[in-house]
């Protein structure tokens, strides 16, 4: 490319102006780079955290879970009570551009008991209040992953911008400055030659 760009002052300055800005858009997608993978080792070190401790979670629920089915029967008649949550809600967060979902639900109040306690025991409460931190920590572990994914995508994107300005771009630009000035150098010096020639000619 460099060899296709006519020798002007006009083109060289282009050029310049042409580096600069690639240096600067590396430097941006640095910045960002490092600021989403900062952002990332934390939501990895919370999804290590949740990881650990849900799966003791789920043991626990299911564990009173069949502790109320033995002492109660089958406790399908109970599920049914159950009404469907749509206290869930979804809202995001930007971080140096990327959208990262917030998952939210009113856990500040104790769960409420969907049936009656006449045909009932502990061992089912202890259940569903079990069941109910599993849905807890569920959301909070879907949150985490899905904040994980779309910073590792970003992170991907942000390198492969970065890589291009680095090792394509702004060694473009920098062949193509060198090129202009080497020949607007060489016809400067061709003409103060002649210059030369002109006046040694005129004495």
Known sequence: MA????PTKGNLIAAKRSLALSKMGYDLMDRKRNVLIRELMQLVDRAKQLRGSIEQTYEHAYACL????????VIDRFAETVPIDHSISLDTRTVMGVVIPIVTHPDDAAPLMPYGFLDTNTQLDEAYAAFCKARDMTLMLAEVDNGVFRLATAIGATQRRANALKNVLIPRYTEIIRTISDALEDKEREEFTRMKIIKATKK
């Open 66 to 73: 069949q502790s109320a089915n033995i002492t109660l029967g």
């Open 3 to 6: 060899n296709q760009v006519f």
